[in-house]
């Protein structure tokens, strides 16, 4: 530890007697500083030790030393240092007095202990401090370093914390607790979740302080990972601030999870080469393959149902994030994931069905609905930059080429919606009639009612209603006309005209069906 006033008060050599302040003699002593100024301040920076002569002082004037002591306690000074048997033969009352009441220690130094004594004395007990801090952090990092290559991460923050005597956390890229130690500290390394990912939001390196003196701990937040965006983060906690060995400790400890995270990170360039052809043989028709390729690497991905999800954006960041989002919950969950980016503006996840991977992208999706539904203009639903996803239904590995399939679909629809995220489910089970919203199939409805819908301006006849009504009620005379209030035979004579200007027949179904859409994509769009 540093030197203390009360370690030099106990120097066998330097001889000093404490007159005052006798209670915070526990304070450290950051180094010593003579001066016979009238006011020294100016050149403290606080936590030194002054030594004084009284030569330029009136040590015996009452108010002039209670201005100068309140200056020397106001600027850190954590003790006085007065050598007797030079200017005064004792320390006079006045200072002994105002030291007493202000806290401030006053050491009576003799005339046989020169100032350089005391100065040499400090200077060495620092010294030996730091000595013992560096040897004491070289210790903590080799034991730091043994657990990381024995017991992993894990480990790694066991060691970690009892070298501060506190606990240690470590968090994945989006900002999960993966790790603490002991166990107790995960519920409150859960509660730093949301400063974790503020400081993710930071230019890496970034490193904070969370707490304080009035809550139970102070807590270090440092990121981790060498490139642009951290790859998790580490939080270290005790009842007070680090000194130098354990700061050692910690740097040592963010140094050696950086190189596990970068190390993991190229394990995972590796895993995604290998999905990336698991997921080629599948679309393929060769499961068979797929399953000899994977091996154990995804675990039972492939013997259960699993559905597909394809995204796309033309900000790799979307994309990232999308990633980041279900590889995160899958880890949480103990669930394998296949993650296989597809050039720079897609992604194809593979991820179990029902599972939390399919159950965070949903959330993640709710999420950026919501963010664009709030902003002020609505402009970025429609923006080729944001992010859009398709859902497969269930799938099996014979039937990846169909999930695959119905993924791009979905995302077709999603893009031509202005949505983040659509599953094909709901289209299968949902209505043909909202796919009519597309510009080129309103262009077409237009193009093809529009000779039906100049007759009519003419005043002429009801050429467009009638034949509304004589397709709802599939052809059917007498009940058309009565949804009409006219008479059969001038519905005939209308379906006829109708015939007659669009050069059609409506005894073709296809003709029929054609009107039918075109009709309904008009309604749609009024």
Known sequence: MPPTLASLVHHSALKLTVRAGEDHLDVPVRWVHASELADPVPYMEGGELLLITALKLDAEDAK??????????????????????????????????????EGLPLLEVPRRTPFIAISKAVSAAIAADQYRSVTAGFAAQRELTRQALTDGPEGLLTALAAQVDGWAALYDASGAVVATAP?????????????VERLRDRPAPASSVVGGPDNEDRVELHT??????????????????????????????????????????????????????????????????????????????????????????????????????????????????????????????LAVDDGAAVEACG??????????????????????????????????PIAAAAAYKQAEQALSVARRRGRVL???????????????????????????????????????????????????????????????????????????????????????????????LALKATAAAE
């Open 224 to 349: 981790l990972g060498t490139g642009r965006r951290p790859r998790a983060a580490l939080a270290v906690g005790t009842a007070a601030a680090l000194g130098t060995a354990e700061r050692y400790a910690v740097h040592s400890a963010i140094a050696l999870l950086t190189l596990t995270t970068e190390r993991s990170r190229s394990l995972q360039a590796a895993q995604e080469r290998i999905g990336a052809a698991v997921l080629r043989m599948l679309l393929a028709g060769q499961p068979d393959h797929a399953r000899a390729v994977a091996g154990d690497l995804f675990g039972g991905l492939l013997d259960a149902p699993f559905r597909i999800v394809v995204g796309e954006s033309a900000d790799g960041a979307a994309l990232d994030a999308l990633a980041e989002v279900v590889e995160s919950a899958a880890a949480r969950s103990g669930e394998a994931v296949l993650v296989v980016p597809e050039g720079p503006q897609r992604l194809v996840v």
């Open 363 to 396: 959330e993640h999706a709710a999420t950026l609905e919501a963010e664009r539904a709030s902003s002020a203009t609505g402009e970025r639903a429609g923006d080729e930059d944001d992010l859009v996803v398709g859902l497969s239904a269930p799938a099996g």
């Open 64 to 101: 002039a030393m209670r201005r100068y002591v309140k200056r020397l306690v106001g600027a850190g000074v954590v003790g006085l240092g007065f050598a007797v048997g030079v200017n005064y033969d004792e320390i006079p009352e006045a200072l002994v007095a105002t030291a007493q009441e």
């Open 183 to 195: 166990e107790w500290a995960g519920r409150r390394a859960a509660r730093l979740t949301a400063d």
């Open 422 to 516: 659509v599953e094909h489910e709901q289209l299968a089970a949902g209505s043909v009639l909202p796919l009519l919203a597309d510009d080129a199939v309103r262009a077409f409805a237009d193009g093809l009612l529009r000779p039906l819908s100049e007759h009519d301006a003419t005043g002429r006849g009801d050429l467009v209603a009638s034949l509304r009504a004589w397709l709802s009620r599939h052809g059917q005379w007498d009940a058309a006309a009565a949804d009409l209030g006219v008479h059969r035979h001038t519905l005939r004579y209308r379906m006829r005209r109708v015939e007659e200007i669009l050069g059609r027949s409506l005894d073709d179904p296809d003709v029929r069906m054609e009107l039918w």
